[in-house]
Nanobody
Framework: EVQLQAFGGGFVQAGGSLRLSCEAS????????IHWFRQAPGKERELVAR???????DYADSVKGRFRISRDNAKKTVYLQMNSPKPEDTAVYSC?????????WGQGTLVTVSS
């Protein structure tokens, strides 16, 4: 069964750090671009970060310099390192894998940043 799932959410204090994982099962991620999205209560979903199959990265302006996306194809896992999170980073974070018109969504994980 093809699955994508986000792990690692929880409570974190502003200024701390948290690492999220997006784990794939049933397929390999080598040829997929992986995206991290988030959706805060009452707000639209927004793209936070993405990483291409070759390892190029791109970030939303709101997280640039604080978050870092990386991938380990052997472990079929993509990480989102959240450094110096702010209360406005509170959201459900989910990941998406996309390649050649085929995409998979994973269940999200809630991140709550306290001030």
């Amino acid at each position: 069964e093809v699955q994508l799932q986000a792990f690692g959410g929880g409570f974190v204090q502003a200024g701390g750090s948290l690492r999220l994982s997006c784990e794939a099962s049933g397929f390999t991620i080598d040829d997929y671009a992986i995206h991290w999205f988030r959706q805060a209560p009452g707000k639209e979903r927004e793209l936070v970060a993405r990483i291409t199959p070759g390892g190029a990265t791109d970030y939303a302006d709101s997280v640039k310099g604080r978050f870092r996306i990386s991938r380990d194809n052997a472990k079929k896992t993509v990480y989102l390192q959240m450094n110096s999170p702010k209360p406005e980073d509170t959201a459900v974070y989910s990941c998406n894998a996309y390649a050649s018109g085929t995409g998979f969504w994973g269940q999200g994980t809630l991140v709550t940043v306290s001030s």
